[in-house]
């Protein structure tokens, strides 16, 4: 399948959308517009701040959204209230296009709760399970640690990673949800993913944007313990 075909685009959050928007400039999320341009479908990861804004750069690339993939339920994904902050996401989306969002089933009840969606409104996945967008389907990897239902997405040999893994190290696991003890398993597990696939993470924290998962492996420092004792003497509480 031609690589043309594939619409992929990487959004900064403050930059381009949400700009201006002094709490997106300084989080610096990332969210992910992923499609199909023949079939026009497409779906938006991570949506956060001024959501209607990714909905409005995919009209302008010719394509219409199909879904909405969550990584997890931090309000800087998908809106809802952060330290004293109200911020839109999935939420005020919804009431402009009306598409499945699609969670961890352990995401439900946290998404439902900080965004104030009926969970009757989420699609609850396990992992392995895929997302079809035109011809191209998105396998949802469960990679808890920094919350309960963590996910990060594999297609095309890129790897949208949310807050489980950056090109400079990882998400923190002291918040409500978090396990360090999980987060080393899943940083494992994305270590041992065939393919080399290109690391986009949820948060621009480094020099580079995105990464090759070998450089990733290679130069950060979450990616070197190779034992759970190791993990812990690094990471320790």
Request: charged residues 20%.
């Amino acid at each position: 399948m031609g690589s043309d075909r594939l619409y992929f685009r990487q959004l900064l959050a403050g930059r381009d959308w949400a700009v201006g928007d002094p709490i997106a400039t300084q989080m610096r999320n990332f969210a992910y517009l992923i499609g199909d341009r023949d079939t026009g479908e497409c779906v938006v990861v991570d949506p956060a701040y001024a959501a209607g804004d990714l909905v409005d750069i995919a009209e302008a690339d010719g394509l219409r959204l199909s879904g909405v993939l969550a990584t997890h339920h931090h309000p800087d994904h998908v809106g809802g209230t952060m330290l004293g902050f109200t911020l839109h996401g999935v939420r005020d989306l919804l009431e402009r296009v009306q598409v499945p969002v699609h969670v961890h089933e352990q995401e439900l009840s946290w998404v439902a709760n900080v965004t104030e969606i009926a969970p009757s409104e989420l699609t609850g996945h396990q992992h392995g399970d895929k997302v079809r967008v035109g011809a191209f389907d998105i396998e949802l990897l469960h990679t808890p640690g920094h919350t309960p239902g963590s996910m990060c997405f594999l297609f095309e040999n890129r790897l949208v990673a949310g807050d489980t893994l950056f090109v400079d190290g990882c998400g923190r696991t002291d918040f409500p949800g978090g396990d360090s003890d999980s987060m080393f398993r899943s940083l494992r597990y994305l270590a041992g993913l065939q393919g080399d696939p290109v690391v986009y993470p949820g948060h621009w924290y480094s020099e580079d944007p995105c990464a090759a998962l070998s450089a990733v492996r290679d130069k950060n420092y979450v990616m070197r313990p190779q034992t759970l004792e190791q993990w812990q003497m690094l990471m320790p509480g």
